[in-house]
């Protein structure tokens, strides 16, 4: 599998300036990727940990106070590389939806309250490609059938369907043009567990379908693991952990991604999850060395002071921690 879209050593920054004095958030702090054509990606981190910053860097979609200030992102499409800074406005709107499609955060709430959902869905056709009223109703018919929803949403209002039903015709909208790379930020949060299901197997549909890449973010593992194929842990801005699922189920070796997976509910007990320690660091101060190390059970002297580097702990598993890396050279001498 090739690569579809990659970043190297991508640095974003919230600046702002308040009565004169510059504060500058390091939401993404120099991470590097390589998404790959077809797979699911998920991005997984607790809330604050530059998630959804990475996504609108990935989609091209940011604007002042976010501003990228190094590194780069590369877009690698019909045998053609595209430096995200240097796509003309055409191409940009060419990407957008047509290739990228993206389910923001909270996308319950971006149907449009005044028009039936047909309509909207029209809109959006129409603005695509050239389709007739007709053409648009029949396509966004045979789609929502092909993904089990029932017709008779077509005819209604945003507000007379459930927040789950809204999220999953949310879903169809964005991906009814068959986009190669769909981003989702946290598409299940905030239903409950039923309807997460029901939304989690219409994504799998939707990318099995067409084997589109998706870019799955979510704080919820137990979501990750349903979907994706690889995973990349963010803490405090930085990739810290990179596999496929089972390895980061399975055999995790960064601390923070062991503290996510122990806080994972087991499916057939109640137990209270156990709760991480304190929480991410704010960002316009991160802290010095590992920016883990206030949180972390295993931390060293050298971990306040010297930044570890992501490094391949086996082969397609990358893990960013002295502790780790130590133990790994212990075993080679
Ligand atoms: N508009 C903004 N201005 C300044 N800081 C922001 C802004 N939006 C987000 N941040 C900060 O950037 C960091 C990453 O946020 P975000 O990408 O939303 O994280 P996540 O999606 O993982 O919850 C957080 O510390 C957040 O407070
Ligand atoms: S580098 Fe140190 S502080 Fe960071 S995760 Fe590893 S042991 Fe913990
Ligand atoms: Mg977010």
């Known amino acids: 599998m090739g690569t579809i879209i990659e970043t190297n050593d991508l640095r974003a920054y919230y600046i702002t300036q308040a009565y004169g004095v510059e504060r500058t958030v390091k939401a993404v702090d120099g991470i590097t990727l390589r998404i790959k054509e077809g797979e699911v990606y998920g991005i997984a981190g607790e809330s604050g940990c530059g998630k959804s910053t990475l996504l609108r860097i990935l989609l091209g979609a940011y604007e002042p106070p976010l501003t990228v200030v190094g590194g780069e992102v590369k877009y690698h499409l019909d045998g053609d590389i595209l430096d995200a800074a240097d796509l003309t406005d055409e191409q940009q709107r060419d990407l957008k939806w047509r290739t990228i499609s993206y389910i923001p955060q909270g996308s319950m709430h971006v ?6 959902i047909r309509d909207t869905f029209h809109d959006f056709i129409s603005a695509h490609r050239d389709a007739t009223k007709s053409e648009s109703f029949q396509l966004t018919a045979d789609y929502l059938r092909d993904l089990g929803l029932p017709e008779k949403v077509l005819a209604s209002y945003p507000h007379q369907l459930s927040g789950g039903m809204r999220q999953r015709v949310t879903i169809a909208l964005a991906t009814i043009l068959w986009p190669k790379l769909i981003f989702a930020d946290e598409p299940t949060t905030a239903l409950d567990v039923v309807v997460q299901r029901g939304v989690i197997q219409m994504l799998k ?3 099995q379908k067409e084997g589109s890449t998706l870019v799955l973010i979510t704080h919820d593992i137990g979501v ?5 194929d690889r995973i990349g842990i963010l803490y405090a801005g930085k990739l810290v952990e990179e596999s496929d699922t089972k390895t980061i189920l399975e055999n995790p070796r960064h601390p923070y991604t062991r503290f996510l997976i122990e806080s ?3 499916l057939d007990s109640r137990e209270e999850r156990l709760a991480i320690p304190g929480r991410p660091p704010a960002l316009d101060r991160p802290p010095s060395g590992c920016r883990f190390h206030e949180r972390c059970p295993l931390a060293k002297d050298i971990c306040q002071t010297v930044e ?5 702990i086996e082969p397609k598993h990358f893990t960013a921690c002295h502790v780790v890396e130590e133990e790994l050279s212990s075993v080679a001498v």
């Open 264 to 266: 994972l509910p087991s």
């Open 308 to 312: 570890p580097d992501l490094i391949e």
């Open 224 to 228: 990750h693991a349903n979907l994706a």
């Open 205 to 207: 549909d939707v990318q």
């Open 111 to 116: 149907l449009n309250p005044v028009r039936r």
